[in-house]
């Protein structure tokens, strides 16, 4: 008897280690998004990829921002890879586009994962990322919350290894929520192909982040109070830089046919008429300059850069002659200012320095950036940085791509901006959506996906035929609280007709500076102050009493690496009395608080209503 109830005994504990066991072993496959039989079946909608009855290139269900560089792949006829079997992938190409599942539904409270695999095969671009993004929608399909995964690293093609990397995410459906959108967003314009996709319920994931509590003040977009921000800019090259180089594209550059030294002439003369008409209206600009703006001469025959030719530049990738083996800096004459004037621009420096103006990146070489490797980014910026030191021009934050060339930007091309200290960029691609990050119609800076400290802001191309259109543009950037940069090359504000179509816009673009409407500032001031207003944080709210008839009390923390000059704040009441940090301020009984805020700077502050 005693026996068999011993062995009765090890039976259950056996039972009971197995079912732990078990338990374990189904909590491990739900954290990892495999498959458990009965408890995680697949919830994603053709999760196979079976393609769409009308459209037969893509994916049933599935969405994407635009279907440029987004199609399925078969590997049987020539096309991709594959990964589960089924001969199909789907291709993803484009840092301004994603790809999405299609609707899974959820219930609130219950925490799903999402699992992928992904590969890129272009060498010359190199290892890339990918975000999975989790949108929480309602049963209208109203997005009411995201749990966003990490940037993940996708890994080169190499022949004959397995080059399939890991996609994962996971989050928990928040209160409301009925439908789940997985979104695929790309950290650059490598092409990418995705397979093996799953939706799974999991173990227990944290909760999307809660939106922050409305808060008792306002804090306003621009300083001052200002309702939209404004810049204005010019490419400004030597016959050295695009001009000699020229591509054919007249929508972006009309004057490529003509004769690059007349060109280089005429960019000299815009700096001119420029400074004459932002001094009349007391504006500072910015002008992007290439590397030989900088310089005085060569009749030493420095080489730049190690003397580069670029493959890319060829008449198969629009270059008007082929320079793909030809010396980038060629046709350096080898002279002064004053036997090549067109070439060198060094005495200009000083008058734009002294008129308060900020002179920024059009890179060196005036390269594309969409071809360019990342070492020829970081020669590039090194060679802009040594000649620009030598005028007092510091180190650049803000790039104008040349030929808006950011299509086919590289991760690694990405980051090379970053380790150069950009934080603003502007020129991006206007003309392919799935490299469009930016476009006038949406009129504020973005943070670029995967590469969060840089700003893509949007630009309009500013001539004599567009005056009109920029100023219709102008109202409603400032009716949508946003940022717009009006644009051209320095050679185009040379002749009457376009002096006058830049002094229509600069003058109705002062009125509503005059008016307290828009701020105007150079483009990189801009784009700061928007990264710096994202880092503010305001805490220890309190609001006594239960109306507004009392006093209001909270601390606000500039955590930004630069300052914030007249942070506008908005008090729910007129102000009787203001203390900050325990001095009392002459508020003149307005509801807005203004604060002039260093880098990392708090202060505390307590108001009472008149």
């Known amino acids: 008897m005693r026996q068999t109830r011993t062995i009765a005994i090890l039976l259950v504990l056996a039972g009971v280690a197995a079912a732990a066991g078990l338990a374990w072993a189904v909590q491990r496959r739900q954290a990892a998004c495999l498959p458990t039989p009965v408890l995680a079946a697949e919830l994603l909608p ?33 096309q991709g890879f594959d990964l589960d079997g089924d001969d199909r992938a789907l291709q993803l190409i484009g840092i301004a586009n994603y790809v999405e599942t299609p609707a899974i539904p959820v219930q609130p409270g219950r925490s799903y994962c999402f699992s992928g695999f992904a590969l890129t095969d272009q060498a010359d671009k190199g290892a890339t990322r ?32 397995s080059s399939w990397s890991a996609l994962r995410a996971a989050g928990r459906a928040p209160d409301g929520a009925a439908q789940l959108r997985v979104r695929l967003q790309p950290a650059a314009d490598n092409r990418l192909y995705l397979d093996a996709m799953h939706v799974r319920t999991t173990s227990a994931a944290p909760p999307p982040a809660e939106p922050p509590r409305p808060l008792p003040i306002t804090i ?64 500072r600009a910015t002008y992007y300059a290439t590397g030989y703006n900088f ?45 090549a004037p067109d070439y060198y621009f060094g005495d200009l420096i000083a008058p734009l320095l002294a008129a308060g103006h900020d002179i920024q990146t059009h890179t060196f070489s005036h390269l594309y950036g969409g071809y360019a490797s990342p070492a020829q980014w970081q020669a590039d910026f090194a060679a802009w940085q040594q000649v620009a030191g030598r005028q007092g021009v510091a180190a650049p934050r803000s790039l104008a791509f040349p030929w808006s060339g950011s299509g086919g930007m590289s991760d690694a091309n990405w980051r090379a901006l970053e380790d150069a200290g950009i934080t603003s960029v502007t020129r991006t691609n206007r003309s392919q959506s799935q490299y469009q990050l930016m476009r006038p119609e949406n009129p504020h800076c973005a943070p670029v ?28 950037t400032i009716a949508a609280g946003g940022m717009i940069d009006l644009w051209a090359h320095t ?11 830049w002094t229509q816009v600069v003058r109705a673009a002062s009125a509503q500076r005059d008016a307290g409407r828009l701020w105007i500032a150079p483009l990189a001031e801009i784009a700061d102050w928007q990264a710096g207003l994202a880092k503010v944080n305001v805490q220890r709210v309190e609001l006594n009493g239960a109306d ?11 955590a930004h690496d630069r300052g914030l000059h007249g942070l506008a704040i908005d008090l729910p009441f007129i102000v009787g009395k203001c203390i900050v940090n325990g001095l009392e301020l002459n508020t003149q009984h307005t509801t807005r608080l203004t604060l002039n805020l260093t880098a990392g700077q708090m202060v505390e502050v307590q108001a009472w209503p008149a």
């Open 548 to 558: 507004t008839a009392n006093r209001l009390a909270f601390s606000i923390t500039n």
């Open 295 to 339: 310089l005085s001469g060569n009749t030493e025959r420095r080489s730049f850069m190690g003397d580069p030719s670029f493959s890319w530049a060829s008449p198969a990738n629009g270059w008007k002659s082929d320079w793909s083996g030809r010396p980038w800096f060629g046709s350096d004459p080898y002279g002064s200012i004053a036997s």
């Open 130 to 161: 990918v975000q999975p993004l989790l949108r929480w929608l309602d049963a209208a399909g109203a997005e009411i919350g995201t749990s966003a995964g990490d940037w993940q690293p996708v890994a080169l093609w190499q022949p004959g290894a």
């Open 46 to 78: 053709n999760a196979t990829l079976a393609p769409d009855a009308a459209s037969p290139n893509q994916a049933a269900g599935w969405g994407y921002r635009t279907s440029s560089g987004v199609a399925l792949q078969q590997p049987s006829r020539g």
């Open 491 to 501: 050679e185009e504000v040379t002749t009457p007709a376009q002096i006058a179509a």
């Open 449 to 476: 996906p995967g590469h969060a400290r840089i700003l893509a802001c949007p630009d309009f191309y500013l001539t004599a035929r567009s005056a009109n259109q920029a100023i219709t543009l102008l109202n409603s």
């Open 220 to 283: 306003q977009p621009w300083p001052d109070g200002y309702a939209a921000a404004l810049s204005f800019s010019f490419d400004w090259e030597t016959t050295m830089g695009g001009l000699v180089h020229s591509r054919s594209l007249a929508a972006e550059d009309p004057n490529n046919a003509e004769d690059p030294r007349e060109r280089g002439m005429r960019m000299r003369q815009g700096i001119t008429t420029t400074l004459e008409l932002f001094r009349s209206y007391n504006l």
